[in-house]
């Protein structure tokens, strides 16, 4: 019987390690890649030909070593740099083929490909589909009379009179930015006598999805793009893209307790005005345009679950294998998830500490997700504030970061997190942001995460432009001791921490295209547990003996012992090794128990584990019913495979073997 088990459990480990195998030759680049966003207005001012305050193409050309080969990114994604009024600081667009002159010329982005290429530095656009700007040739026709060939190619409307004659909108439809408690997501043109809808500033009207000719205009767009070389998009408010055809009014959302110029928008549910039936066909639609230039073109989806859409809904816009959709909607999980209030909303409290919550939020994910599918995983970006500031603790916005590279799935880092910076101060005088002007003090105003990147400390600008040159926005006070030249040469700081685990990721297929197992560790003391762990691996060395990396985190303020052994019962183990840890730059190579992981307070490893299935007279036997519990460990690497088949969708990942005694 012994003899029957040992074989099973050799074919179970191999083959379900090989079943999803470490970056197969058909491995897309975006499948195993890291993703950096860049925010152009406050990365670099090149300060050619003239220093402007504002961050430039040039600018981003002149960093991109640094980003490949100092950091060890893989692709970036440019926010808008297309011509535009700057209502929304790029998002309000007046010519999808043209460049903002502040930020350069069409040269200069053509050099900036040729530099990338070059270097094997992927770039990802941002492509802006739901509307235009209200300066937009389109628009100015559009608007122009009634009858012309464009009036269709925007979201107009009859509206209301009231018995008083005040003309009133069609519907009680909301815009994103109140500017006072009515929030009319509609604007009312004199010269038609009809509203138009715009679900963001009145300077930026919905575009009409549901006519043919701007589907193939926006197709276009993007085919113009992809003609230069570009490797992808990120697709800018998809959900909001498709109004309801009957303009039916939105129902209100009783649980609505908010200001009513700063959280206005939220006194609606959005069903009229968000993921309406069409989507799916909108976003097959761009992902067969990019289909023509080639299968390693990458389409990634702003959309993320809220009161109208659910996590199913976001997971469905992968679509088929037949029929893709979106490479990956964005998952914003890790967002909501590491902050002490709501994203939005104050009064909601969060608490970033509870493992128990962030594996389940994890293990939902990944549960729900095709197999073909790839995850992804994002902790900012222009629209949230900073990730280091949401938490206020460098050590637990550490343990995020690692959490971010580790977990399975193509990871995005939001441009100047990778050295914690901080929400830069603004005074309400020089505030930019529409919402921040609005509510100077609310959680959706976004110039604190939008202030300049720090490099270095040769002048009171951080160099981010030239000395004595007023900034966009004001660059943060905190830039002499947060900046990236001095980080650089730092081994124990935030950057290097990146770099580490960056390199680390890019070398093991087990950490860039692994599995991943949740661990059923054993924490050591009373209280509640708040240690997350998991594997990453696949079969890299043959069935007898295999590699995998177990990821250790302790989100409790308190010390924690940790058995990560328990999960593994029965397996040999050759060596564990610490090769990155938080709080210990010099862990890169240091043996550890598995049975007995010391972890202080707010502090995670990442351990490098080989075991055998055979016996081996140098290595650590941990528990003593070998054959039987070798089974047990490679069919709970199996769990991924294994679960697609279940019919329940049953969300737990315990698998239970009986075996005789």
Same mark, same amino acid.
């Given at each position: ?391 206020? =603790?460098? %050590? ?7 959490? !971010? @590279?580790? /977990? +399975?799935?193509?990871? *995005?880092?939001? &441009? ?73 040469? =730092?081994? %124990? ?7 580490? !685990? @960056?390199? /680390? +990721?890019?070398?093991? *297929?087990?950490? &860039? ?85 010391? @972890? ?62």
């Amino acid at each position: 019987m012994k003899a029957a088990v040992t074989l099973l459990a050799l074919v179970a480990t191999a083959v379900c390690f090989q079943g999803a195998a470490s970056s197969p030759p058909s491995a897309l680049w975006w499948q195993t890649g890291v993703v950096y966003q860049v925010y152009p207005r406050s990365f670099l001012d090149a300060c050619e030909p003239k220093c402007t305050g504002t961050g430039s193409i040039r600018g981003i050309a002149s960093k991109l070593s640094y980003l490949k080969n100092d950091l060890g990114v893989d692709a970036i994604w440019i926010s808008p740099i297309y011509d535009s009024p700057m209502a929304d600081f790029g998002y309000d667009i007046s010519n999808y083929t043209a460049i903002w002159p502040t930020f350069g010329t069409m040269q200069d982005f053509d050099n900036l490909m040729a530099a990338a290429k070059q270097i094997g530095m992927r770039v990802l656009m941002d492509f802006v589909p739901n509307h235009s700007s209200d300066q937009h040739p389109w628009f100015l026709e559009s608007k122009s009379s009634l009858n012309n060939t464009k009036r269709d190619w925007y979201v107009w409307k009859n509206g209301t009179i009231d018995k008083d004659g005040t003309k009133l909108p069609p519907n009680n439809w909301r815009t994103m930015f109140c500017k006072d408690a009515n929030c009319y997501g509609w604007t009312y043109d004199n010269t038609t006598d009809q509203w138009y809808y715009h679900c963001f500033l009145s300077e930026q009207p919905d575009l009409n999805w549901r006519n043919p000719d701007v589907v193939e205009a926006m197709h276009n767009v993007l085919r113009f793009w992809l003609d230069k070389g570009v490797d992808g998009f990120r697709v800018d408010a998809f959900p909001n893209i498709l109004e309801d055809p009957d303009f039916r009014d939105e129902p209100l959302d009783k649980d609505w307790h908010g200001d009513p110029v700063a959280d206005g928008y939220g006194k609606l549910l959005h069903i009229y005005t968000e993921n309406v039936d069409g989507l799916h066909d909108i976003v097959r639609g761009m992902r067969r345009v990019l289909q023509e230039y080639g299968e390693d073109k990458v389409l990634i989806g702003e959309i993320y679950a809220d009161k109208v859409v659910t996590e199913e809904d976001v997971i469905s816009y992968y679509g088929t294998q037949d029929a893709p959709e979106f490479s990956m909607p964005f998952n914003m999980e890790l967002i909501g998830f590491f902050d002490y209030t709501g994203t939005f909303d104050p009064t909601v409290a969060n608490d970033p500490r509870d493992a128990v919550k962030l594996r389940a939020l994890v293990d939902e994910y990944m549960n729900g997700l095709p197999e073909w599918a790839q995850p992804n995983f994002v902790l900012g970006n222009h629209d949230v504030h900073r990730i280091a500031s949401r938490l206020g =603790d460098d %050590a637990l916005t550490r343990v995020a970061n690692m959490l !971010l @590279l580790t /977990l +399975r799935g193509t990871p *995005t880092i939001y &441009n100047g997190d990778e050295i914690g910076q901080l929400n830069g101060y603004v005074p309400q005088s020089q505030s930019q942001d529409p919402n921040c002007i609005a509510n100077y003090t609310g959680l959706r105003c976004r110039d604190p995460e939008r202030t300049p990147l720090q490099w270095n400390t040769l002048n009171t600008n951080a160099n981010f432009s030239g000395a004595g040159v007023e900034t966009w926005l004001p660059v943060s006070s905190n830039y002499m001791t947060t900046n990236v030249q001095q980080q650089m040469n =730092d081994t %124990a700081s935030m950057f290097s921490q990146f770099k580490a !685990l @960056l390199r /680390l +990721r890019s070398a093991n *297929t087990d950490l &860039n295209s692994g599995m991943y197992t949740p661990l059923d560790v054993v924490v050591k003391r009373n209280d509640a547990p708040r240690v997350f762990a998991f594997a990453r691996g696949n079969v890299s060395s043959g069935p007898d003996e295999f590699s995998f990396f177990v990821v250790v985190a302790n989100l409790d303020e308190a010390a924690a012992t940790v058995d990560a052994a328990k999960p593994l019962t029965g397996v040999l183990v050759r060596n564990a090794t610490v090769v990155f840890d938080t709080n210990d730059a010099t862990r890169t190579s240091d043996p550890v128990p598995l049975s007995n992981v010391y @972890l202080n307070g707010t502090r995670a490893v990442l351990i490098h584990v080989t075991v055998t299935t055979g016996t081996v007279s140098s290595s650590i036997v941990v528990g003593s019913t070998i054959t039987a519990l070798a089974l047990v460990f490679g069919v709970f690497f199996c769990f991924v495979r294994a679960r697609r088949h279940r019919s329940d969708r049953d969300r737990s990942y315990r698998l239970q073997i009986n075996l005789p005694q």
